[in-house]
Nanobody
């Protein structure tokens, strides 16, 4: 089992930055890929970015490319999502997720085995 705990959300003005953290514990060795997702009110949960836990291979959806950066600190068993140049449309609950298998960016929620509880990000205009 893997436990994931997000932190770092909050209220920020458009153009600002936030860094989300996702602390992993438990069977860390089983993590193959980590992903960040978000869910805005009334919308489905959608992928934002994902990376391989060991090699650092990353990918992003077009709407966040060049603004968001996914990374990890293996020594701290923590993944991050650095979000710059935030826009009101980035407002959502952000979730991190872990998969025991390689997954593509649009692999779908069911391919992830573990989920965090989510952290709210609100961007004001």
């Amino acid at each position: 089992q893997v436990q994931l705990v997000e932190s770092g959300g909050g209220l920020v003005q458009a153009g600002g930055s936030l860094r989300l953290s996702c602390a992993a514990s438990g069977s860390i060795f089983s993590i193959n890929f980590m992903g960040w997702f978000r869910q805005a009110p009334g919308k489905e949960r959608e992928p934002v970015a994902r990376m391989s836990w060991s090699g650092g291979s990353t990918s992003y959806v077009d709407s966040v490319k060049d603004r968001f950066t996914i990374s990890r600190d293996n020594a701290k068993n923590t993944a991050y999502l650095q979000m710059n140049s935030l826009k009101p449309e980035d407002t959502a609950v952000y979730y991190c997720a872990a998969s025991s298998k390689p997954v593509g960016l649009y692999a779908g929620l069911r391919f992830y085995d573990y989920w965090g509880q989510g952290t709210q990000v609100t961007v004001s205009s």
